[in-house]
């Protein structure tokens, strides 16, 4: 039972290298999401998708791009990455996002450094 | 809007002894609340869920919480902490934004278990 699995674990960048965060779930979940975790700050959403075919942004989507080809892959693009973009990247999954008691599977976490 | 205040960044307990993580909502209509947990370098694991249901909510590794509507609270408690209990607790409110719902983080609070 994998869940949700992201990669890679940890990755070093140079300003304005472009990469993408790897995310892929195997329970059929519906809903997926970014967030990007910052000391302090909880965790904010970047962008997220309702289904394949289907995404929006979230609360912090500059500089981020995201797809949804398939129900199962949600990658996360970071066009031209910054400093700020520095951060610890969570994907996270749920059955469905129409009904408020859902909660999230999330995977193991992208440790990423902007140099 | 819906958002989630944590009262406190820090809680330093004793091994064996009560913890209380404090938690105030806002939200415009009956909200569904959460409490995740985070371990050292590792994802976020749904510690309960409160849905509309029972107002005392019991969850994994002997955590509870209480919905208390008249004082917009949901404290996470044990009656007696563990050395593996150390780790960082997210309040989380589920939040309607545009056509589904979100997740809605407050800052964290991490919990220091002393010998």
């Known amino acids: 039972n994998a869940g949700v699995t992201q990669t890679p674990k940890f990755q070093v960048l140079k300003t304005g290298q472009s990469m993408t965060l790897q995310c892929a779930q195997d329970m059929n979940h519906e809903y997926m999401s970014w967030y990007r975790q910052d000391p302090g700050m909880g965790l904010r959403l970047i962008h997220y998708?309702?289904?394949?075919?289907?995404?929006d942004q979230g609360e912090v989507p500059n500089g981020y791009n995201v797809s949804r080809s398939t129900t199962e892959d949600f990658p996360l693009r970071l066009l031209s990455a910054a400093p700020s973009q520095t951060s610890v990247y969570f994907c996270?999954?749920?059955?469905?996002?129409?009904?408020?008691?859902?909660?999230?599977?999330f995977g193991s976490g992208t440790r990423l450094t902007v140099v | 809007a819906q958002s989630v205040t944590q009262l406190d960044s820090h809680v330093s307990v004793s091994e064996g002894t009560p913890v209380l993580l404090r938690c105030n909502y806002s939200?415009?209509?009956?909200?569904?609340l959460f409490w995740y947990v985070q371990h050292p370098n590792k994802g976020l694991q749904l510690l309960l869920k409160y849905t509309s249901a029972a107002t005392l909510v019991k969850g994994i590794n002997g955590f509870e919480a209480e919905f208390k509507k008249s004082e917009t609270s949901f404290h996470l408690t044990k009656p007696s902490a563990h050395m593996s209990d150390a780790a960082e607790y997210f309040c989380?409110?589920?939040?309607?934004?545009?056509?589904?719902?979100?997740?809605?983080f407050g800052s964290g609070t991490r919990l220091l278990v002393r010998p």
């Open positions: 989380v409110v589920s939040g309607r934004m545009d056509s589904s719902y979100k997740l809605i």
């Open positions: 939200s415009s209509y009956s909200p569904s």
């Open positions: 998708s309702v289904g394949a075919g289907i995404t």
């Open positions: 996270a999954s749920s059955y469905s996002s129409l009904k408020r008691g859902y909660g999230y599977t």
